[in-house]
């Protein structure tokens, strides 16, 4: 493993936190304000370059920032526009939920989509959050459980048939559970989004994803070498 691949890993970690905790929870000023630090400002200038998406979404949370800076009001209107995207009040105009957009005719959470992400979850021991309250298939959980892996796979140490294993299956649930339905998902959020946070973030998500699975091929081709 090169220091690139190290600096990669590095970086997937908070990512994946980020949009955990933007999409799984209401923006709070203290959590703008450490995606807005200098630490977080420098992993996402790490995401595509100079000029990059990374690059794009730290000049959105920036742009919100100086917002909720200066008008009181801003928080609650971005949190309307979370519960109208995300929860409802009726039918959420961008279903945070992956069975909703694999499975859109079925109309029903917790459905044969929802239990193979949660095989994935049972293999790697890992144990959502919000269990058992909310779907195993909603965005927030799977960004927490690319986040856990990702930390794992982060830290020092041979790179052993165990980290290539839990590599190998990160890049597969990114393929087979997420990039499948993402694009669709950012569609949506970028449509009803009215502060440009959310949209913001789902378009970074996709970019993220497709920039990680790239990343973490070529490196799984190195490590099977």
Same mark, same amino acid.
């Given at each position: 493993?090169?220091?690139?691949?190290?600096?990669?890993?590095?970086?997937?970690?908070?990512?994946?936190?980020?949009?955990?905790?933007? =999409?799984?929870?209401?923006?709070?000023?203290?959590?703008?304000?450490?995606?807005?630090?200098?630490?977080?400002?420098?992993?996402?200038?790490?995401?595509?370059?100079?000029?990059?998406?990374?690059?794009?979404?730290?000049?959105?949370?920036?742009?919100?920032?100086?917002?909720?800076?200066?008008?009181?009001?801003?928080?609650?209107?971005?949190?309307?526009?979370? #519960?109208?995207? =995300?929860?409802?009040?009726?039918?959420? $105009?961008?279903?945070?939920?992956?069975?909703?957009?694999?499975?859109?005719?079925?109309?029903?959470? =917790?459905?044969?989509?929802?239990? #193979?992400?949660?095989?994935?979850?049972?293999?790697?021991?890992?144990?959502? $959050?919000?269990?058992?309250?909310?779907?195993?298939?909603?965005?927030?959980?799977?960004?927490?459980?690319?986040?856990?892996?990702?930390?794992?796979?982060?830290?020092?140490?041979?790179?052993?048939?165990? $980290?290539?294993?839990?590599?190998?299956?990160?890049?597969?649930?990114?393929?087979?559970?997420?990039?499948?339905? #993402?694009?669709? =998902?950012?569609?949506?959020?970028?449509?009803?989004?009215?502060?440009?946070?959310?949209?913001?973030?789902?378009?970074?998500? #996709?970019?993220?994803? $497709?920039?990680?699975?790239?990343?973490?091929?070529?490196?799984?081709?190195?490590?099977?070498?």
């Amino acid at each position: 493993m090169n220091r690139d691949d190290a600096a990669w890993l590095a970086v997937r970690q908070p990512a994946y936190l980020a949009m955990n905790v933007l =999409f799984g929870s209401p923006l709070k000023e203290p959590m703008l304000d450490a995606l807005c630090s200098d630490s977080y400002q420098a992993i996402f200038g790490l995401c595509g370059g100079s000029e990059g998406y990374g690059r794009r979404f730290a000049q959105c949370l920036l742009s919100v920032h100086v917002r909720v800076s200066s008008d009181e009001g801003e928080l609650d209107g971005i949190e309307q526009d979370r #519960v109208r995207l =995300f929860l409802g009040p009726t039918k959420p $105009k961008a279903s945070p939920w992956s069975s909703m957009h694999r499975r859109p005719g079925d109309g029903t959470l =917790f459905n044969p989509a929802t239990l #193979v992400v949660r095989s994935y979850y049972l293999a790697e021991g890992y144990l959502p $959050k919000d269990y058992p309250r909310v779907s195993d298939d909603h965005i927030a959980l799977m960004m927490d459980f690319l986040a856990a892996l990702s930390a794992e796979s982060a830290r020092p140490g041979p790179a052993d048939e165990g $980290k290539l294993g839990s590599l190998t299956v990160q890049r597969d649930f990114i393929s087979r559970e997420l990039l499948t339905w #993402v694009e669709e =998902f950012a569609i949506l959020v970028g449509a009803y989004d009215r502060s440009g946070l959310y949209g913001g973030a789902a378009s970074f998500l #996709v970019d993220f994803l $497709k920039d990680d699975l790239s990343h973490l091929d070529a490196l799984i081709a190195r490590m099977a070498a």
